[in-house]
């Protein structure tokens, strides 16, 4: 018996989604949209957040107004730049959080994907998928030391379990400890090194053996190694960002990450670099550990990784290391982790990063860009309490979130995008395009400069 799909009635209910499908696949189709389909997807959105997705963002983002009535939508993005749904431009100097080393929809990452798109989505899950081992291959060259094998993820925290879990096998030991101020994602594994008490107190107790000592004060760290030692509690490994992102951009003090490095080497200890954020080029070097001159065990990479352009992570470890997952291989899996796609932006997000020359761009334009805020922010000392950076990783720390806010939200009403949200703004992050070019640089001083005369104290 065969049922004619054709003949059956759609129940009405389904007979408006699907016209409302055809709707939003006939905007997406658009390359622009005019006046009335921007007030549509305007309200719809507004709605959709309200009314679905959850109405708490609508509350704290600077891109909406306290009543509703105007908000801020995106629509599409190209170079450092994005464009709301109303053609307004603004120069992206939030990056994702890190995400636009390359740039928006860089057109090599774009022309891979399409490519890759063009022939096969995704793996089978059985043969063996060819861009997984060249990609494999070249994250083995370009990372630093010994580390020679990677397992792909589809995002940051996804990246810290498999570290997380691959350390613990390795050690047979289940203490770790991280630091104050740390972020590594929310998953519960990641979630128990992240140090924000706010984002983890709902939720404990996390993964048992974790531990936090200040960043950058060696001296605990020591003393939390002799005691777990001294308990019975050997460390399996240590899970620092090299330098802070999400804590406000934290650089380490000279030489803690040397130390740090052989105390572990000291207790047998495993060195974790969670180089999500500072990964990729953004620091000045394509990964932070060569400004330090130290080798991980074990490195986390997410964010910039797939290019702006596709959501993708890996973590490449020592062979001695890697080897306790060689007898089954079945130990850590994910099923979209190191897709055709995702590995295909990643080769080529490589490929614009080492022939563009960009990681050497981020450290010359970071050290312009950082001491021309500098310059600005004199005779504000009221209002801006340090200004700190590395590469085009860089902080503003204000004395209140008030005025973090406010800066925040002047310079974004004047078309640029700088982190800070109505809770989250004491210091702001500046995490451009790597490829931001010098005219844009300006234009986001000038702004701030002129914002900064305008805010009060
Ligand atoms: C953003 C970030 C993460 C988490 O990445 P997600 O992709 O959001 O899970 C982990 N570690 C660091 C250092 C990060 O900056």
């Given amino acids: 018996m065969s049922i004619d799909l054709k ?25 622009e949209v005019n006046k009335e389909e921007a007030a549509w997807i305007t309200k719809e959105t507004v709605d959709g957040f309200r009314e679905h997705v959850n109405p708490g963002f609508l509350t704290y ?39 636009y080393n390359v740039g928006h929809r ?9 490519d890759q798109l063009k022939r096969q989505a995704l793996h089978s899950q059985d043969l063996l998928d060819p861009l997984r081992a060249m990609l494999a291959k070249i994250l083995a060259d370009i990372t630093p030391g010994d ?17 997380l879990k691959l350390a613990k096998m390795y050690s047979e030991r289940t203490t770790f400890i991280s630091t104050t101020r740390a972020f590594h994602g929310k998953s519960l594994g990641s979630l128990s090194g992240t140090a924000k008490g706010m984002f983890r107190k709902p939720f404990l107790p996390l993964i048992p053996g974790f531990r936090h000592v200040p960043f950058g004060d060696f001296d605990m760290m020591k003393k939390t190694f002799e005691v777990c030692a001294a308990v019975g509690e050997d460390v399996a490994a240590v899970i620092l960002e090299p330098i802070q992102g999400e804590g406000g951009i934290i650089l380490p003090p000279e030489g803690y990450l040397k130390q740090v490095r052989e105390l572990c080497d000291e207790y047998g200890t495993l060195l974790i670099f969670d180089e999500v954020q500072t990964g990729m080029g953004r620091t000045g070097k394509m990964f932070a550990a060569e400004l330090y ?17 596709m959501p993708a992570g890996a973590i490449v470890a020592r062979e001695e290391v890697f080897k306790s997952w060689f007898p089954n291989p079945f130990m850590h899996t994910t099923t979209f982790g190191g897709n055709p796609l995702a590995c295909a932006a990643a080769i080529a997000t490589i490929g614009v990063l080492i022939e563009e020359n960009l990681p050497v761009r981020a ?24 200004i700190r950076g590395q590469g085009l990783m860089i902080g503003i720390e204000f004395h209140k979130d008030e005025i973090g806010y406010e800066v925040s939200k002047g310079m974004f009403d004047r078309g640029i995008l700088v982190a800070g949200t109505l809770i989250n703004s004491k210091t702001i992050r500046i995490e451009p395009a790597l490829t931001i070019s010098y005219e844009e640089v300006d234009k986001v001083i000038r702004t701030f400069k002129e914002v900064l005369n305008l805010v009060k104290a």
């Fill in 147 to 163: 580390l020679k094998y990677a397992f792909f993820t589809n995002s940051g925290t996804e990246s810290v379990e498999a570290a």
């Fill in 293 to 309: 001159d130290v080798v991980p065990d074990i490195i986390c990479l997410a964010k910039a990784f797939g290019g702006g352009v």
């Fill in 106 to 114: 860089n057109p090599k990452v774009v022309k891979a994907v399409t």
């Fill in 363 to 386: 450290g010359v334009v970071g050290e312009y860009f950082l001491k021309e805020l500098k310059e600005a922010a004199q005779g504000h000392e009221d209002k801006v309490l340090e």
């Fill in 61 to 99: 983002r600077k891109s909406v107004t306290k009543d509703g009535q105007f908000a801020a939508v995106e629509w599409s993005d190209n170079g450092a730049c994005f464009k709301d749904v109303n053609g307004k431009e603004y120069i992206d100097c939030l990056g994702g959080f890190g995400i």
């Fill in 7 to 31: 003949r059956e009635t759609k129940s009405e209910q389904n007979q408006q989604v699907s016209e409302y499908i055809n709707k939003v696949l006939s905007l997406i189709e658009k390359e």
